[in-house]
Every structure is written in structure tokens, then in C-alpha cells.
């Protein structure tokens, strides 16, 4: 009997807690990189969110679909991922303010222009995880009121959601080659189509609007991750 009445106490127990809420867990700021043989289009999509997702090169998915720019997609659309013939030799490119054609703005000052061609750091804080096998990026801790700036002058080419354990992430078009991204669970200033300078502000660490004041931040050369580090104050070339 007292076995038994155990067992019902126990029972009741548990059963009065299937309500409560699950544990939650960390996530890694990564995609499953596993490159299907066909994606279909999402609402929000855009062509360098996907090839930022599988580490593909924008350029390549582009042409593999007969894509032309500005690579507009619409939900439902079927890509092709698996590139199977090899990609075209490719002329080396440096970085100049006018990144995309039909996009304008002021003209800047002679030092800017010098600027925009080489890497700076986005935040002052030092990393607190390296690149890395389990980490295509760096991460910071950033202190309040700190400003997330851009690495070097280009274009916004996506700017939403869609880094695991960040709210936000911006991308940022160097040049044909070059890609920037910025994950961080605050609200951004840029929109897409945007052009910004190097150094320009894109976000701001508030509290509490971003209560862990992580930041996580990625290059990537044709698709491929680079550590950034090493790149502060070097020029925008081909590695």
C-alpha cells in the first residue's frame, strides 16, 4: 500500500507540472550548414542571407539560376544550390565608395575615400571567443553605449533576423567578393540599399534592449569565413 500511494503521490507530481516551461538552452550563432540540392524561398529571404546561411558564393548561386541584379526573390521560388560546374575565374576587385550602380551619396572627404579600401575594427571591446572550428566569426561583450560601426565602406544587402541566438543581423557588401555581417539582439539604423561608410555607426548597445550585450560579427571571402582579426588595418584584397 505505501508503494502504491508513493507511486499515485509521485503521479500527481509530475502531472500538475507538464504545464512549466521548458529549459531553454543557449543557442550557437550558426545555421545547419548543410547544402540542400534545391531551397526554397521564405518570405524575407534575400539571395546573400541564403548564401550567407550555407557559405556559398552570392555570385555563383546567382549565375547557377539565372539570376540578375538586383537578385529580387519572390516566396516560393525554387534555387538551385548544388553549383556542380566550376566557378569562372574571377578579376581581383578593390573597394570603392560607389559599391553598387543606382546607388549615390555625398561625396566625402579624401581621407574617407582612403579609408573605405581597408578593414577597421567594429566595436573597441576585445573578443572574448575567437574564430575558430566551432565559430565562423568573433564575439564581444560589449559595454553600454557602445557602437557597432561598419568594418569598411559598402552597401547593405540584407538587414533582419536569421542568426541563431541574435535578433538582428546586418550584411554588408564590400565588393563582388567581400562580405561583413553584424549579429546582435538590438534594434540597427541601416535599412537595405543602404550605403555606409567605414566606421559609420549601425547600432547602439543600450541597456536593457540588449540585456547579455553579446555581439557577434563575420567576414566572408566568396562565401567562405575569414578570420576577421587579422584583417584590421590591412586593405580589402584578395587573401
Request: glycine share 8%.
Amino acid at each position: 500500500m505505501r508503494l502504491i500511494s508513493l507511486t499515485l503521490s509521485l503521479l500527481l507530481v509530475f502531472g500538475c507540472n507538464h504545464n512549466l516551461p521548458a529549459p531553454v538552452y543557449e543557442r550557437s550563432p550558426s545555421f545547419d550548414r548543410r547544402v540542400p540540392d534545391a531551397y526554397e524561398v521564405q518570405v524575407g529571404d534575400s539571395l546573400y542571407a541564403i548564401a550567407w546561411r550555407y557559405q556559398l558564393n552570392v555570385n555563383s548561386i546567382a549565375e547557377f539560376n539565372d539570376l540578375k541584379p538586383p537578385y529580387l526573390l519572390r516566396p516560393g521560388k525554387i534555387l538551385r544550390l548544388k553549383i556542380s560546374r566550376p566557378e569562372p575565374p574571377q578579376k581581383k576587385m578593390t573597394v570603392t565608395n560607389n559599391v553598387n550602380k543606382g546607388i549615390t551619396r555625398a561625396v566625402v572627404d579624401k581621407k574617407t575615400k582612403n579609408d573605405a579600401a581597408f578593414w577597421s575594427k567594429p566595436v573597441k571591446s576585445e573578443p572574448t571567443q575567437k574564430f575558430g572550428k566551432t565559430s565562423s566569426g568573433v564575439d564581444y561583450m560589449l559595454s553600454d553605449g557602445e557602437k557597432i560601426r561598419a568594418s569598411s565602406s559598402g552597401v547593405v544587402v540584407y538587414a533582419g533576423s536569421g542568426l541563431r541566438g541574435y535578433i538582428s543581423l546586418v550584411i554588408i557588401k564590400h565588393d563582388s567578393d567581400w562580405l561583413s555581417a553584424y549579429g546582435m539582439n538590438l534594434p540597427y539604423s541601416v535599412a537595405e540599399g543602404d550605403q555606409v561608410l567605414s566606421g559609420e555607426s549601425i547600432a547602439v548597445n543600450k541597456s536593457p534592449e540588449n540585456l547579455t550585450g553579446k555581439f557577434h560579427f563575420e567576414v566572408r571571402y566568396k562565401g567562405r569565413p575569414i578570420d576577421p582579426v587579422p584583417l584590421f588595418g590591412r586593405k580589402i584584397q584578395p587573401p
